[in-house]
């Protein structure tokens, strides 16, 4: 009879661990999805993996994003500043190509607005998970580099 009863305690402990372990998980995967319906990521793409171009493609990435940040820092709607990076992206290829410009490169930026799947990205002060994000993605060149994003 005792060692019935323990069974029974032990099913029913696995049964509420697994339970709570789905429950934790389905609150992960819903904040993930309130996570990437929520943000727009910049994703700057060198042409190659040579030191020159991995500078090149953070001087763009700095360009762009001291360019973007006054501009989207009002929006509060993603699919509205969705719409002005789309109103603008000759804008910001420009602004991307005038840094390769100054720098005397022949190599030029090519700017897309598109859905990609992102790794995990730490940062200073927080996390951005895993997942399927919106980008507006910045290929240089041949655009064969190592991947740099942000948000």
């Not at 793409?45 to 009002?74: G, R, T």
């Not at 910001?92 to 030029?108: F, P, Y």
Request: charged share 25%.
């Amino acid at each position: 009879m005792d060692g019935v009863f323990m069974r029974k305690i032990f099913k029913l402990l696995v049964c509420v661990t697994v339970l709570g372990l789905l429950m934790e998980y389905t609150g992960i995967l819903r904040d993930r999805k309130l996570l990437s319906d929520g943000i727009i990521r910049l994703h700057v793409v060198a042409n190659s993996d040579s030191v020159s171009d991995q500078e090149m493609k953070l001087q763009v990435k700095d360009a762009v994003v001291a360019y973007l940040q006054p501009l989207l820092e009002d929006f509060t709607d993603k699919e509205e500043a969705k719409a002005f990076i789309c109103d603008n992206m000759l804008s910001i290829q420009q602004v991307a190509n005038a840094v390769l410009e100054d720098r005397g490169e022949s190599d030029r930026a090519v700017v897309y607005l598109r859905t990609e799947a992102f790794g995990t990205r730490n940062y200073e002060t927080f996390s951005l998970p895993a997942g399927i994000y919106d980008s507006l993605r910045i290929e240089i060149g041949e655009g064969n580099g190592k991947n740099w994003w942000c948000v």
